[in-house]
């Protein structure tokens, strides 16, 4: 939940990416990473903004109570982020995969061609 997990979240990603870079493609690796860096700050606040709401709860002082309203507001402020956030990203890896498929139409045409004319293919 804390810094620790999402550092081994990362340290897992990067290890996968090496093991595969030839099929990996960079740009999607940021793009996720980017995106889980900013959740994963996010819900770090999230998770100090809850203890200090549940310390306000336990003193039962008014005052303290009072400040919970803002902490619960600003606590769903930062969950219509996450939620932004992963928005956001599905629609990066949407563009991603529709750019690498029209790339790779191209690529196999430009194939084709040559194959038609007998010329040495090309990358």
Known sequence: M???SGE???RRLH????????GCDGEAWETLNGCL???QSVLDQNR?????V?????????DNMVKNVSLIQEINANICKVISVY???SADFVDI???????????QKKKKDCVDLNLPATQ
Do not use: C, F, M
């Not at 549940?54 to 008014?62: D, F, G, L, P, V």
């Not at 995969?97 to 690529?107: A, D, F, G, H």
């Open 48 to 52: 100090l903004l809850i203890q200090q």
């Open 37 to 39: 860096a900013q959740v």
């Open 97 to 107: 995969v529709r750019r690498r498929r029209s790339e790779n139409e191209s690529n």
């Open 54 to 62: 549940n310390e306000n709860h336990q003193s039962q002082i008014h």
């Open 8 to 10: 081994k979240t990362n």
């Open 2 to 4: 804390g810094d620790a």
């Open 15 to 22: 290890e996968e990416k090496d093991d595969d870079d030839e």
């Open 87 to 89: 928005s956001k990203l």
